[in-house]
């Protein structure tokens, strides 16, 4: 059973940058696809970004050139850099860790980004 923890959420006014990290437990990191997921209120949780154990990485178009998904396979850690926030980046941010039908979830950080 893996455990993700995420940390590094808070508020920020738009045009401030944040950086996520999702710590993970067990000694399959580097085996694991990890991913973003934000879910604001009354819409559905959605992919952010997404890491492959082989470094591929992909983006939703909404955040594309502002955030940037790294991996520390030594740290077990995921990371998610935001730039250049904005009103519509409030959400809560999900770390996400699979392997075929091995997926666990974190428990979530706010990010709310408001003047």
């Known amino acids: 059973q893996t455990q993700l923890v995420e940390s590094g959420g808070g508020l920020v006014q738009p045009g401030e940058s944040l950086r996520l990290s999702c710590a993970a437990s067990?000694?399959?990191?580097?085996?694991?696809?990890m991913g973003w997921y934000r879910q604001a209120p009354g819409k559905q949780r959605e992919l952010v970004a997404r890491?492959?154990?082989?470094?591929?990485?992909n983006y939703a178009d909404s955040v594309k050139h502002r955030f940037t998904i790294s991996r520390d396979n030594a740290k077990n850690t995921v990371y998610l850099q935001m730039n250049d926030l904005k009103p519509d980046d409030t959400a809560v941010y999900y770390c996400?860790?699979?392997?075929?039908?091995?997926?666990?979830w974190g428990q979530g950080t706010q990010v709310t980004v408001s003047s």
């Open positions: 067990g000694n399959l990191f580097s085996f694991y696809t």
């Open positions: 996400n860790s699979n392997r075929g039908p091995f997926d666990y």
């Open positions: 890491i492959t154990s082989g470094g591929s990485t």
